[in-house]
């Protein structure tokens, strides 16, 4: 039925993956990668990019159980990111029902950083038939 | 401060167009190399791809109507997000008719005093007029 969950993923975010996913989205607030204007709002290296860290935890839980079966995803932040912390990113099937005359699926899905800090929580929904 | 009076403020409509190149250039930048992103010519969006809604209101006045809340960039923080769609993800090829408003405002005592949060959900139709997907974002103002 439901495939096993794939190992966690692990990475290390840089300024590039800032930029990258700042360009892609069109989301260009400075305070993630404007070191002079991050500083002077109190932080201490550019923020990272909330979105980035959700978008990472779809895609851990889409190469699980298939993009195209996504119905709804939730993101909520807690820790900040900033760049040079290593992100976990990992998962589990949180509860099922029906829905629209077919079986859906939630995985809640979790980015802690190398603290065990909860960076992000993701609640992802998948048709799956 | 928050402007309670934008409650209910809509934006200005505007296009989404679901392209191959910026589905690529998206799932990359959020590390998926997943085949359904990147092969063939009409490849599934990620599931926060919608995201780029961000880039497509650049090109039109006023259709971003968080731009008139007045939240304290400071104070402010990205508390959820949210993405519902009505059926598969969209894929490259699509055209999105898309439009925003300021569908909520609500106070909470936190610790440190009235935190105020504000909901705007950004609709997205495809050219019947059959609503596809929403966006929901939800921002919070802290004193």
């Known amino acids: 039925m439901i495939p096993p969950a794939p190992p966690a993923w692990t990475h290390t975010v840089t300024r590039t993956d800032i930029v990258r996913y700042q360009g892609a989205s069109g989301d260009f607030q400075p305070i993630h990668h404007d070191e002079p204007f991050a500083l002077q709002s109190g932080w201490p290296a550019p923020l990272g990019v909330g979105m980035f860290h959700a978008g990472v935890l779809a895609s851990w839980a889409t190469d699980w159980l298939g993009a195209e079966r996504v119905r709804r995803v939730r993101f909520r932040w807690k820790a900040p990111v900033f760049p040079g912390d290593t992100l976990t990113f990992q998962g589990q099937v949180d509860e099922r029902h029906e829905q629209d005359g077919g079986s859906r699926v939630v995985v809640r899905a979790v980015c802690t950083n190398q603290r065990d800090e909860v960076a992000c929580t993701g609640w992802i929904t998948f048709q799956l038939d | ?143």
Request: net charge negative; charged share 25%; no cysteine.
């Open chain 2, 1 to 143: 401060m928050i402007d309670k009076d934008s409650l209910g403020n809509e934006g200005t409509p505007f296009i989404l167009d679901v392209e191959r190149g910026k589905v690529a250039e998206f799932a990359r930048a959020v590390r998926s190399e997943d085949p359904a992103h990147h092969a063939g010519e009409q490849p599934v969006a990620p599931p926060t791809f919608l995201a780029t809604q961000m880039h497509w209101e650049q090109g039109v006045p006023d259709s971003n109507p968080w731009d008139t809340i007045q939240m304290d960039p400071a104070k402010g923080v990205h508390a959820e997000q949210e993405y519902v769609f009505h059926g598969p993800p969209p894929r490259a090829g699509e055209r999105l008719h898309a439009q925003s408003r300021i569908a909520e405002i609500w106070e909470k005592e936190g610790r440190a005093g009235m935190l105020v949060f504000v909901k705007m959900i950004t609709e997205f139709r495809d050219s019947e007029g059959t609503l596809r997907a929403e966006a929901i974002l939800t921002g919070v103002e802290r004193p």
